[in-house]
């Protein structure tokens, strides 16, 4: 065992990293310990007031570090231990890098002099990481440097494009010469935008007559979203949203339009634009088609895109609130009616309707909109996390969403098994709001572990589950290939059962009648409850080719 190693001044390098990640605003550490640095850091956290959350499997870990993340605003911190905790970290990372969270994962390491004889556990760290951290460092004992590296890696990850980094620790209880813990500083807000590229980006707003604008994950930013409303109320303009951005323009506006993945559905009200401005809308939460639209880009984004769909005419990057509000200042109207919007958008909802439920179980949009009822008359306000998988498409179409972050989703990775860690931290960021986790049944078997998490917690989460004993998305795309049986599905699970065993509150729902008491009867419950719904997969087809085409 690590001793702290006293007779020397300063942090030990675990105090060092544990004051930095709190100088950051890292809000609290999950993850999956093992059995060296991970445990000093722990403790260094706890008198540091840094709670340590223990998830049951590491990808969740970073998924509710990479939520904590985009929540706050502040990078989030994961640690496991080293060799496989980090091969499990490993699609928690990749979630994070093509989804923009900054998430630090300290992983523990073997020490210089284990090095020169270890083998058992052992395998390149930064070398598997590498293409899904932006940056990856150590700290070895005894160092004096774990505050300043700790604090550097935390900048990276903030800096646009915000991403994960790595943070190998061994041997961090040992005690260093000194460790002032630098001041992290977070992104650079504010800064004005270049006047060339805002002159040239406000000519092609001021020519445009029918701009429709796209606004993505970046634009979930407080300060990006309000000036983003005041620019398309300004303008007067059709608004979508990427998955990501669900809320930054609310359901219920005005000017509302649908939302915007790249495929069918939204089509029509795009094809009349002159103008398409994507604010803050990364292209790696696209679909991969080929780009629809002739009309001009003028891309706005926090930093410049290493690829595009369609390279944009103007580009103006850099912190995107001053951007925006430097665009609304003086736009003027364009010449969309609001009614013409309004059908636009019913025509988008009703294109992606599910037909009613059958024998085999209710209508995935009632079961969305059924809950979100619900959350009304209990007079509640869960913040909403939803899985991959088919019933993702009435789930981001039909949950109606307020503000950012209403929606969590992972849709630049798009991993299944997000929703219940996701929903796990969003209720620990908010304990008020709570969360309610939409999964399919596949996605919920990736993450079940997680079940004993929310339960040991006590925390706030509905977990609902689109119960259709298949991976429903992939039997979609067989077509006529003759697959055999338990290729794509297996026999119904009893998650109700999972979720009493684990010690929440199991409801299972066969009908509308029984989905709805059900719903009441989770949404009061103080801990977490979870309800089992059969659906009926299928009017998913239909709805793949109304979205995708
Ligand atoms: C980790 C991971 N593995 C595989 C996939 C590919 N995939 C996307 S959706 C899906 C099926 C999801 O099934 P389920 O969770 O039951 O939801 P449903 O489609 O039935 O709504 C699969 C296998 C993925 N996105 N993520």
Not at 28 to 55: H, T, Y
Not at 227 to 256: I, S
């Amino acid at each position: 065992m690590d001793t702290p190693t006293h007779g020397q001044t300063g942090l030990t390098g675990a105090e060092a990293v544990a004051e930095a990640l709190r100088a950051a605003g890292v809000a609290r550490i999950f993850g999956v310990p093992g059995g060296g640095s991970s445990l000093d850091l722990i403790a260094a956290a706890k008198v540091r007031g840094l709670p340590f959350v223990l998830a049951r499997q590491e990808t969740a870990a970073v998924i509710m570090a990479a939520t904590t993340a985009e929540l706050s605003g502040r990078p989030g911190a994961v640690l496991v231990t080293r060799g496989p905790g980090v091969g499990n970290a490993a699609n928690g990372m990749a979630h994070a890098a093509l989804d923009r969270a900054p998430v630090l994962l300290l992983a523990d390491a073997f020490t210089e002099a284990e090095r020169a004889y270890a083998n058992h556990q052992y395998f390149d760290h930064a070398g598997m990481l590498a293409p899904v951290t932006k940056s990856a460092a150590q700290v070895t004992a005894p160092s004096g440097a774990a505050g300043a590296i700790t604090a550097t890696l935390l900048r990276q990850a903030m800096a646009p494009p915000r991403a994960p980094v790595l943070l190998e620790l061994s041997g961090i209880a040992t005690r260093g010469t000194s460790a002032p813990v630098p001041q992290t500083g977070q992104a650079t807000d504010g800064a004005a935008p270049d006047p060339a590229a805002l002159a040239a980006a406000r000519r092609m707003v001021t020519e445009a007559r029918r701009p429709v604008l796209v606004a993505g994950l970046e634009a979930t930013d407080p300060a990006a979203c309000a000036a983003l409303r005041r620019l398309v109320e300004a303008l007067g303009c059709p608004a979508l949203v990427t998955y990501k951005a669900k809320g930054v323009m609310p359901d219920a506006h005005l000017l509302f339009a649908g939302v915007f993945t790249g495929g069918a559905a939204e089509a029509p009200v795009m094809a009349e634009a002159d103008l398409i401005l994507l604010a803050g809308a990364d292209p790696v939460e696209f679909i991969p088609q080929p780009w629809r639209y002739a009309a001009p880009i003028l891309d706005l984004g926090t930093a410049p895109r290493p690829l595009h769909y369609r390279a944009p005419a103007v580009a103006l990057y850099g912190p995107l609130a001053p951007a925006l509000e430097a665009l609304a200042e003086g736009a003027a109207r364009s010449t969309w009616a609001v009614e013409a919007i309004a059908a636009h958008r019913a025509a988008w909802r009703a294109r992606l309707a599910n037909a009613p439920g059958g024998n085999h179980g209710l209508s995935p949009q009632r079961v969305v909109e059924m809950a979100q009822e619900a959350c009304r008359r209990a007079g509640a306000d869960p913040r909403v996390a939803v899985d991959a998988g088919a019933h993702m498409f009435p789930a981001t179409t039909f949950w109606q969403a307020e503000r950012p972050g209403d929606l969590l989703i992972s849709n630049g990775l798009a991993t299944m098994g997000f929703a219940l860690p996701a929903g796990i931290a969003a209720a620990l960021h908010d304990p008020r709001r709570g969360a309610l986790a939409l999964t399919g049944d596949g996605g919920l078997l990736m993450a079940l572990g997680e079940l004993a998490t929310a339960a040991a917690l006590g925390v706030k989460l509905t977990a609902v589950v689109f119960n259709d004993a298949s991976l429903s998305l992939i039997d979609i795309k067989k077509d006529r290939r003759d697959l055999p049986d338990g290729a794509l599905g297996w026999p119904e699970a009893d998650f109700a059962g999972v979720m009493r065993a684990l010690g929440g509150l199991g409801l299972r729902a066969r009908d509308e009648a029984g989905y709805a008491a059900a719903l009441d009867q989770a949404l009061s419950a103080t801990g977490p409850a979870l309800v089992d719904v059969a659906v009926d997969p299928g009017s998913y087809p239909a709805q793949i080719r109304a979205l995708r085409g």
